[in-house]
């Protein structure tokens, strides 16, 4: 169907304010376009007078700076459900915006709201039965489905599409609740413990997802997250312990350099005990499961395949022994 392009109107989902158009995207379309000609790569529906398109606002964009407005394209229009439009939506920025959280978490909030509104949601996953609902009329995971223990998140992710990332729905979830950006409960209660201006300076959902759990465990006030967030961003460190760091920075702002480095270097040290804890915990449980295999073997295949793990046992306590300062200490320890 041939249609102005002036009479193209973007995707009712989409708000141009978190998706921003990216110039440089549309300077590779309009190369494209001006060599290869314009492919109806652009797909549209028609509703209440508007043609709306579901995808394509970069090629649309290009498409205005090389023509004229009156100028007509030819594009396929086609019966688009809401649900079907948004969808569309969330994938298309998924592809374009690839690791940016901003347009990431607008689209989840658009979905959650959307499927509040049209499908009832309650707000909390809760359990009836023997099954947690969150969403109804919607898919409820089946068993050992109930990925990272995110109910809604789950739900949402297929409701986007099959085999959709959960993980990144309810990270996505996680910081929209933690900035107050969608209510909690049925009450409408919301929880702002996180800047949302400090979230937006992360580069990726990875390192935001890190800012917001960190942050969370401390009690610094928005202007003070924000500062963290600008030198997370300068220091270009947005490892755990690179936010960690930060955050220690600015609670030890006003304190003397002198005592805040001290404090620096026991924050550090409690950081490599906490990892080597986590590996303790570790190989504790994987030395549980060998005693469970050498029991239920008990024969020299068990012995001739332990041989070399016990020398890097043997090895590994010579260290600790080293580590708590000598064998009397380590008798002392057990005692």
Same mark, same amino acid.
């Given at each position: 169907?041939?249609?102005?392009?002036?009479?193209?109107?973007?995707?009712? *989902?989409?708000?141009?304010?978190?998706?921003?158009?990216?110039?440089? %995207?549309?300077?590779?379309?309009?190369?494209?376009?001006?060599?290869?000609?314009?492919?109806?790569?652009?797909?549209?529906?028609? /509703?209440?007078?508007?043609?709306?398109?579901?995808?394509?606002?970069?090629?649309?964009?290009?498409? +205005?700076?090389?023509?004229?407005?009156?100028?007509?394209?030819?594009?396929?229009?086609?019966?688009?459900?809401?649900?079907?439009? =948004?969808?569309?939506?969330? =994938?298309?920025?998924?592809?374009?915006?690839?690791?940016?959280?901003?347009? *990431?978490?607008?689209?989840?909030?658009?979905?959650?709201?959307?499927?509040?509104?049209?499908?009832?949601?309650?707000?909390?996953?809760?359990?009836?039965?023997?099954?947690?609902?969150?969403?109804?009329?919607?898919?409820?995971?089946?068993?050992?489905?109930?990925? *990272?223990?995110?109910?809604?998140?789950?739900?949402?992710?297929?409701?986007?599409?099959?085999?959709?990332?959960?993980? +990144?729905?309810?990270?996505?979830?996680?910081?929209? +609740? !933690? @900035?107050?950006?969608?209510?909690?409960?049925?009450?409408?209660?919301?929880?702002? @413990?996180? !800047?949302?201006?400090?979230?937006?300076?992360?580069?990726?959902? #990875?390192?935001?997802?890190?800012?917001? /759990? @960190?942050?969370?465990?401390?009690?610094? %006030?928005?202007?003070?997250?924000?500062?963290?967030?600008?030198?997370?961003?300068?220091?270009?460190?947005?490892?755990?312990?690179?936010?960690?760091?930060?955050?220690?920075?600015?609670?030890?702002?006003?304190?003397?350099?002198?005592?805040?480095? /001290?404090? =620096?270097?026991?924050?550090?040290?409690?950081?490599?005990?906490?990892?080597?804890?986590? &590996?303790?915990?570790?190989?504790?449980? +994987?030395?549980? @499961?060998? #005693?469970?295999?050498?029991?239920?073997?008990?024969?020299?295949?068990?012995?001739?395949?332990?041989?070399?793990?016990?020398?890097?046992?043997?090895?590994?306590?010579?260290?600790?022994?080293?580590? &708590?300062?000598?064998?009397?200490?380590?008798?002392?320890? %057990?005692?």
């Amino acid at each position: 169907m041939k249609i102005k392009i002036k009479d193209l109107k973007p995707n009712p *989902f989409r708000d141009s304010e978190h998706y921003p158009i990216d110039q440089e %995207k549309v300077e590779s379309l309009k190369r494209s376009i001006n060599k290869t000609g314009f492919w109806d790569n652009i797909l549209a529906r028609k /509703k209440n007078g508007n043609i709306e398109i579901a995808y394509g606002h970069h090629r649309l964009e290009a498409l +205005k700076q090389i023509y004229k407005l009156d100028d007509q394209v030819d594009i396929p229009i086609k019966d688009i459900s809401d649900d079907d439009m =948004l969808r569309i939506m969330l =994938l298309e920025n998924d592809e374009e915006y690839d690791s940016r959280p901003v347009p *990431f978490n607008e689209g989840i909030k658009q979905a959650w709201e959307w499927l509040k509104m049209r499908r009832g949601l309650t707000f909390l996953s809760k359990k009836e039965g023997r099954s947690f609902v969150a969403f109804r009329n919607l898919p409820l995971p089946q068993s050992g489905e109930r990925k *990272f223990g995110a109910v809604i998140a789950w739900q949402i992710a297929n409701w986007i599409a099959p085999n959709y990332s959960a993980a +990144k729905v309810g990270t996505a979830l996680e910081t929209l +609740k !933690s @900035t107050g950006q969608i209510e909690i409960d049925e009450k409408g209660t919301k929880e702002e @413990t996180v !800047s949302k201006k400090a979230t937006e300076k992360m580069p990726t959902k #990875t390192s935001q997802a890190r800012l917001v /759990k @960190t942050i969370k465990k401390t009690s610094l %006030k928005p202007q003070e997250q924000e500062r963290v967030a600008d030198r997370i961003t300068q220091e270009g460190d947005f490892s755990e312990k690179g936010i960690r760091r930060a955050i220690l920075e600015e609670v030890h702002r006003k304190e003397p350099k002198k005592k805040s480095q /001290k404090e =620096l270097k026991l924050f550090e040290l409690r950081e490599e005990i906490r990892e080597t804890s986590l &590996l303790t915990e570790k190989l504790n449980s +994987k030395l549980l @499961t060998l #005693t469970k295999f050498k029991n239920e073997i008990q024969d020299e295949v068990y012995e001739n395949e332990i041989k070399a793990l016990a020398i890097d046992i043997n090895l590994l306590m010579q260290r600790l022994k080293t580590f &708590l300062g000598g064998e009397n200490n380590v008798k002392q320890l %057990k005692g």
